[in-house]
T-cell receptor
């Protein structure tokens, strides 16, 4: 697609439920990132996928968080047993990762998750 | 580990005045540097980036930034603020991908919210 697409745009869930967030990157972009943006704070790195390499999961805050990506296409971020502190905007970005022109990331509009 | 510091969580300028948003990075090897803008309820949009070429980088909407290695800075400027510039601005850094450091993670500052007063 023309841009990075994220769904849903908004999600309200009850504490303890599982949620799944989806990211559809720009076609041909090999790298995909998930970030979390809590209210009034900067962006917090969660996980990075690059082609068929093992993902960098160093930013995942707990084992309740997991993410998958099939090849160079769609990625899903799953949060199990949601807690109120998980409330945030979850942003996905993709980039080409080749050549100097490829290092600007394109972000989606995010999924605003509210845990009640 | 890379860190990015944005001085001032909130900056107010008058319409037509100079915009200066400050960003400093911590890295012994000059990183790639980025400025993003986020309008309310929207994702981040890339304004400009420094990738070890020209130290003065021009971006969209009349913004520019200058990389100063001696000051480890990458401040964002615009000569004349417009009402439409009101947004949150994020500075970000990543390791030079050709440095061999191997980290592709983009590290963000905490953001600076710019208000433009009519």
């Amino acid at each position: 697609g023309a841009g990075v697409s994220q769904s849903p745009s908004n999600k309200v869930t009850e504490k303890g439920k599982d949620v799944e967030l989806r990211c559809d990157p720009i076609s041909g972009h090999t790298a995909l990132y998930w970030y979390r943006q809590r209210l009034g704070q900067g962006l917090e790195f969660l996980i990075y996928f690059q082609g068929n390499s093992a993902p960098d999961k160093s930013g995942l805050p707990s084992d309740r968080f997991s993410a998958e990506r099939t090849g160079e296409s769609v990625s899903t971020l799953t949060i199990q047993r949601t807690q109120q502190e998980d409330s945030a905007v979850y942003l996905c970005a993709s980039s080409l990762e080749v050549g100097v022109s490829g290092y600007g990331y394109t972000f989606g509009s995010g999924t605003r998750l509210t845990v009640v | 580990a890379q860190s990015v510091t944005q001085l001032g969580s909130h900056v107010s300028v008058s319409e037509g005045a100079l915009v200066l948003l400050r960003c400093n990075y911590s890295s012994s090897v000059p990183p790639y540097l980025f400025w993003y803008v986020q309008y309310p309820n929207q994702g981040l949009q890339l304004l400009l980036k420094y990738t070890s070429a020209a130290t003065l980088v021009k971006g969209i909407n009349g913004f520019e930034a200058e990389f100063k290695k001696s000051e480890t800075s990458f401040h964002l400027t615009k000569p004349s603020a417009h009402m439409s510039d009101a947004a949150e601005y994020f500075c970000a850094a990543r390791e030079d991908p050709y440095s061999g450091a191997g980290s592709y993670q983009l590290t963000f500052g905490k953001g600076t919210k710019l208000s433009v007063i009519p």
